[in-house]
Nanobody, 126 residues
Framework: QVQLVESGGGLVQAGGSLRLSCAAS????????MGWFRQAPGKEREFVAT????????DYADSVKGRFTISRNNANATVYLQMNSLKPEDTAVYYC???????????????????WGQGTQVTVSS
């Protein structure tokens, strides 16, 4: 079992930046690929970014490429999402997820991930 706790959400103006953090329990953090998803009101949860267990491979949704960066620190079992040039359409609840494989998934489906955090709200004002 892996428990995930997100932090770092908040209210920011368009063009601003936020960094989300996700702290994981357990001593095998390196064996899990990690991901970030988001869910806006009235919409389905969608993929944002993922990173392999070593941190050497990343993948992003087209909508955030060039603006968001996923990273991880295996020593303190934390994954980050640096969000720059934020837009109002980035407003959503952001979820951290862990996958029982160190490899990034071949698809962006929610089902590729096995453990989920409770989410943190990000609101971008125009």
């Amino acid at each position: 079992q892996v428990q995930l706790v997100e932090s770092g959400g908040g209210l920011v103006q368009a063009g601003g930046s936020l960094r989300l953090s996700c702290a994981a329990s357990g001593r095998t953090f390196r064996s899990y690929a990690m991901g970030w998803f988001r869910q806006a009101p009235g919409k389905e949860r969608e993929f944002v970014a993922t990173i392999s267990g070593s941190g050497g491979t990343t993948d992003y949704a087209d909508s955030v490429k060039g603006r968001f960066t996923i990273s991880r620190n295996n020593a303190n079992a934390t994954v980050y999402l640096q969000m720059n040039s934020l837009k109002p359409e980035d407003t959503a609840v952001y979820y951290c997820a862990a996958r029982r494989s160190y490899l990034v998934p071949s698809s962006h489906d929610n089902d590729e991930f096995d453990y989920w955090g409770q989410g943190t709200q990000v609101t971008v004002s125009s």
